[in-house]
């Protein structure tokens, strides 16, 4: 039943829903803002200090650095998704510095936020060919404004919010970046770094967790979809990596079933859901229920959109 109705719901000969103007007015984008980065990236020189030798500042041509200029464009992209879709100056919302290291140590296969910059490594060859992918940047950067709007207590079910909603504005970063409409993006996040070791497109799929990779060496990919499926461990901070599906999948369902673009309506709703929360140790159903509740001030009470999104959360097993 609930796979049908999940069918149904992301069918995508579904009829694209209709904004009343009153709530296209309400949550009107700011319009292009004046509102400028200031990059500072850093060459680790496959060193663990950080941030290591500065190499391109705010207004700097480009180093001739494959990672370095990547770096440098992609935090571009994802102020741009904060500043001027979210009115947000930076992660602080205060203007700072966004400060990211580039060939951070030495076949390191990660990429991280350390609270209070961004560093890349280069993967190994094999396992990772790379961590300089625009919804890869979008979601450490992604940390940074979470640790910024109250933070989210990095285990268990609020640790579990904190990766999913990292993902979602990673995913949102390069929607926006390829003007993607909801229907046509793939919602997959960290697409093509995996290694020529690794059998898999992506690390994660918001559209079908658990299917982002299936492997002899990194296993398959452990995401549920569905609370049925939540995965009780005390690895990875208590399955933060894991159970992340579960909202990952409900924002994908309300996006998918809104169409348009997912940064603007269902965009607004989580990044205001994010600066009303006020809780860092919600639980998923503490979060789904600060979206609906975003959702009726920014769309109009009982609006179809609020409808629709307590929906989705019903769909992935959260009921509000
Ligand atoms: N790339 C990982 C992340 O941002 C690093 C970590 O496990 N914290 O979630
Ligand atoms: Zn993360």
New binding site residues.
Partial sequence: KVREERAEMTDIGAPHHELSPAALNRIAAQGESKLKPDRQIHDGQYKAALPGKLIRSEGDTETGIADADTAYDAAGQVFSLFADEYGRNSLDDDGMPLVATVHHRRNYNNAFWDGKQMAYGTGDGKLFRTFLELSVVG??MA?GVIQYSGGLLYENQSGALN?SI?DVFGSLTLQRGLALEAHEADWLVGRGILGPDINGAALRSMKAPGTAYSDDLLGQDPQPWHMDHFVVTTDDNGGV?INSGIPNHAFYLFATYLGGKAWEIPGRIWYHALQSLNNPMASFSDWADQTIKSANELTGNGSSEAVMLRRAWKLVGIAI
């Fill in positions: 979601h450490e940390h990766e990292a990596h």
